[in-house]
């Protein structure tokens, strides 16, 4: 599903008129499947049978005004509140007052002096609506709501807030919640804390982008008619996309009746050291989960063995590593004298053309969990990436090992496929910039780091962004707080190689990132349903990869509380 920005949604209402689609339809479009959702939120609250409606002055307003009348006509008593004056508004929020008002209905202007407006909308905020529906600003908000509409989100996010409200009436916001930045998920004070959003024509970025992805609370996609959306064609190069399992079954193709385990791809993971061996263990376990035919795992001589004693499935190669005076581990006297922590991290050159080798008969590797920041580490990552003869994914301190280099990534000798895996804190290292700039707009950020890297990123974090040079985005929604946790990026990486080496195309890296970040997020879901978020570990996560895989290809056999996981937004109404 194609996620929008502020100016693409301008442009496909402008398309829509010009076709001869009137904005006045596509307004009575939008409150028909807003009704709906509200009808659903209604009858869960204690006060059924009353909604009340904050409208601003502009179309968004006019989304509610027309809301108005079909919650009415399904027997709904409806007040309406509109935040500022009746003359000028635009001509389709102009004319839905109107109806409003000629059929009956009641309408409280803020702008009327000596009026009891305040007073009446804290009083019935407070004991006497059942839903609130924020229709005032939508769309294209870039600074804090001021006037009447900063007041009426004041006194709104106030009544939530205060500790003696008996009960506090569910919020449906019509678009975008008003104080929520639709393109970045900015959001500013005052803001709207909607329990649901019904978004019109296709989701905005914002929306599905911490903090605006909690401010919107649950998703909906309403569709109302625009022409020419196809929600589930892909997204064009430097457009953003909503990955789910729709997208993301056509990357999973079923394995064949007479396959071998040379068919199912080959990997090899390079990581560890020592007091960090879990990271690459986890990493060799979750490749064997994601579907790999063969995994290898290449680690430091000093900590081979107790890999090895830890993993069944896939085998280990002790990298050698030089040891004081230059000698390598296995000059001096093998792996068990050379068990400090030093001789681990000294990765050299014989080093690099031992795994050089391996990566040559493998399909696809990734290197980085828990190898360390030594220096000597980090020269041994740097050279096997320039080199590596197979698609990559570089993560953790692979990608520390390029913090303010990331030009000598895009320069690499090597012309294989590169998926760079970074949470936000690695990704400021990389590029140089501060943590807050990149969370403040995580599509822009992934799609910089793309460009500057020559490869794909994959941005980790709530709303994971995969992006490509070009721009093109997929953004994955699913996941849970609980995935929070030590080791559930090396079990992303795991995963992401072994998809790779299934994929028969080596340069889609950026899709490789999206179904990896999709069959990831579902896993930790499916756990979290299990067992519950709080405690969650990454092997939990590991452990659930193929029912994850299997929903993600027959979505009909999932849970009921796993469908918005996998669709990626609430609903479609």
């Not at 307003?61 to 508004?89: E, F, M, P, S, T």
């Amino acid at each position: 599903m194609r996620l929008i920005t502020s100016c693409e949604a301008r442009e496909l209402d402008r398309q829509a008129q010009e076709l001869g689609v009137s904005g006045l339809a596509l307004m009575e479009a939008a409150a028909c499947k807003a009704a709906a959702v509200a009808l659903r939120m209604l009858s869960d609250s204690p006060r059924k049978g009353q909604a009340l409606i904050l409208a601003g002055r502009g179309n968004n307003g006019g989304d509610g005004l027309a809301l108005a009348r079909h919650l009415r006509n399904a027997g709904i008593a409806v007040r309406v509140y509109l935040c500022g004056h009746q003359d000028g508004l635009p001509p389709e929020a102009a004319a839905n007052l109107g109806a409003w008002m000629r059929s009956g209905g009641h309408c409280a202007f803020a702008a009327v002096p000596q009026s009891s407006f305040w007073d009446d909308l804290q009083r019935d905020l407070a004991g006497w609506a059942g839903l609130v529906v924020d229709a005032m600003l939508g769309i294209g908000q870039t600074r804090p709501p001021g006037g009447e509409v900063g007041r009426a989100v004041s006194i709104l996010s106030a009544h939530a807030a205060a500790p003696t409200t008996p009960e506090v009436p569910p919020v449906l916001s019509l678009d975008v919640p008003t104080g929520v930045d639709a393109d970045t998920g900015q959001v500013f004070d005052p803001h709207v804390q909607a329990g649901a959003t019904v978004t019109f024509g296709l989701p905005k970025l914002g929306l599905l982008t911490l903090p605006g992805a909690v401010a919107a609370g649950r998703v909906f996609v309403a569709d109302i008619g625009l022409p020419g959306v196809d929600r589930e064609a892909p997204p064009l190069a430097g457009q953003a996309g909503l990955f789910a399992a729709a997208q993301a079954a056509p990357l999973l193709p079923p394995r064949p009746r007479a396959a071998h385990k040379g068919d199912a791809g080959t990997v090899l993971l390079i990581g560890g050291s020592t007091g960090m061996t879990g990271a690459a263990m986890l990493m060799a376990q979750s490749a064997v989960r994601g579907g790999a035919g063969l995994v290898t795992l290449a680690v430091p001589a000093a900590v081979q063995p107790v890999v090895a004693s830890g993993l069944r499935e896939a085998m280990t190669f002790a990298l050698p590593s030089e040891g004081a005076g230059g000698r390598s581990d296995h000059d001096a006297g093998g792996a068990g004298a050379a068990g400090t922590a030093g001789s681990a991290a000294a990765l050299g050159p014989a080093a690099l053309d031992a795994a050089l080798r391996l990566a040559a008969g493998c399909d696809a590797a990734a290197i980085g969990p828990g190898m360390g920041r030594d220096e000597g580490v980090a020269e041994f990552i740097r050279c096997f990436v320039g080199a590596c003869p197979v698609p990559l994914v570089l993560d953790a301190d692979g990608i520390n090992a390029f913090a303010g280099r990331a030009q000598s990534l895009a320069a690499r000798a090597s012309c294989a496929s590169l998926l760079i895996t970074p949470h936000p804190g690695e990704l400021s290292r990389l590029l140089g910039v501060p943590v807050a700039q990149i969370q403040a707009d995580r599509m822009a950020a992934a799609r910089r780091a793309a460009r500057a890297v020559g490869g794909a990123c994959l941005l980790k974090g709530p709303g994971t962004v995969a992006a490509a040079a070009d721009g093109t985005a997929w953004m994955v929604s699913a996941g849970n707080p609980g995935m929070a946790s030590g080791g559930m990026g090396d079990v992303l990486t795991g995963l992401l190689a072994a998809l790779w080496a299934q994929r028969p195309d080596p340069h889609a890296a950026h899709s490789i990132g999206a179904v990896g970040a999709l069959l990831h997020a579902v896993a930790g879901d499916l756990a979290a349903l299990e067992i519950g978020q709080v405690g969650l570990r990454a092997g939990d996560v590991a452990g659930r990869l193929p029912r994850a895989r299997h929903l993600l290809l027959f979505p009909a056999d999932a849970p009921a509380a796993l469908k918005p996981s996998l669709l990626g937004v609430a609903g479609i109404v």
